[in-house]
């Protein structure tokens, strides 16, 4: 057993800009009806987040969902680096080359000399630190954000919008937020804990 989550994250948010960002999304989600304006006990990770609201049912697909569902939104604001839970990254792509690193064996376990070079800019760009790598193949520095990494495993950012428990988000509301963010690329995160 586990639990579910989607997360949408602005991977061009400023730390500057994310605040407002986040509110302006958040009072769309609330005056629409998708997310509750009161918090409550309703998400895994942080202390409260945003119950579903009246609305929630128009912005997923519950097709294949089997039974009720209810969930909610913890919304980040602050360096984070978002993932998938549970698993290992399988492979990340250079933005510049599209180069990809194998970063799994024949044996579908974690390679460990592949993996190494980006497991330090995993853990020390979450520290605080800002860690460049350089393309494997070209040879061209890549910040952590500019990485594409295989089934969007990571995602590198200063703003989220995780919805625990929530059937799949439908895509025109994913590209509903992306217009509330300025049009920033995001990336949409699931996973399991």
Same mark, same amino acid.
């Not at 009246?54 to 969930?71: F, I, T």
């Not at 020390?124 to 295989?150: L, T």
């Given at each position: 057993?586990?639990?579910?989550?989607?997360?949408?994250?602005?991977?061009?948010?400023?730390?500057?800009?994310?605040?407002?960002?986040?509110?302006?999304?958040?009072?769309?989600?609330?005056?629409?009806?998708?997310?509750?304006? !009161?918090?409550? #006990?309703? %998400? &895994?990770?942080?202390?409260?987040?945003?119950?579903?609201?009246?609305? =929630? $049912?128009?912005?997923?697909?519950?097709?294949?969902?089997?039974?009720?569902?209810?969930?909610?939104?913890?919304?980040?604001?602050?360096?984070?680096?978002?993932?998938?839970?549970?698993?290992?990254?399988?492979?990340?792509?250079?933005?510049?080359?599209?180069?990809?690193?194998?970063?799994?064996?024949?044996?579908?376990?974690?390679?460990?000399?592949?993996?190494?070079?980006?497991?330090?800019?995993?853990?020390?760009?979450? !520290?605080?630190? #800002?860690? %460049? &790598?350089?393309?494997?193949?070209?040879?061209?520095?890549?910040?952590? =954000? $500019?990485?594409?990494?295989?089934?969007?495993?990571?995602?590198?950012?200063?703003?989220?919008?995780?919805?625990?428990?929530?059937?799949?988000?439908?895509?025109?509301?994913?590209?509903?937020?992306?217009?509330?963010?300025?049009?920033?690329?995001?990336?949409?995160?699931?996973?399991?804990?």
């Amino acid at each position: 057993m586990g639990d579910w989550f989607q997360t949408i994250v602005d991977v061009e948010a400023s730390p500057e800009e994310a605040g407002a960002l986040a509110d302006g999304v958040l009072s769309w989600l609330v005056s629409s009806g998708v997310v509750a304006a !009161e918090r409550t #006990d309703c %998400v &895994i990770g942080a202390a409260l987040g945003h119950p579903s609201g009246p609305r =929630a $049912g128009e912005v997923v697909d519950a097709s294949g969902w089997s039974g009720p569902w209810q969930g909610g939104l913890e919304v980040r604001v602050g360096r984070t680096v978002f993932d998938g839970g549970q698993g290992d990254p399988t492979a990340v792509t250079c933005p510049h080359c599209a180069a990809t690193v194998e970063l799994m064996n024949d044996d579908f376990e974690l390679d460990r000399e592949a993996w190494e070079p980006f497991r330090d800019v995993v853990h020390e760009w979450d !520290e605080g630190y #800002d860690v %460049v &790598i350089d393309c494997p193949s070209c040879g061209r520095p890549v910040e952590p =954000a $500019g990485w594409r990494w295989a089934d969007d495993y990571f995602a590198f950012g200063h703003l989220g919008f995780r919805f625990w428990g929530w059937p799949p988000l439908r895509t025109g509301f994913v590209d509903g937020i992306t217009v509330r963010l300025a049009g920033h690329r995001v990336v949409l995160l699931d996973g399991k804990l």
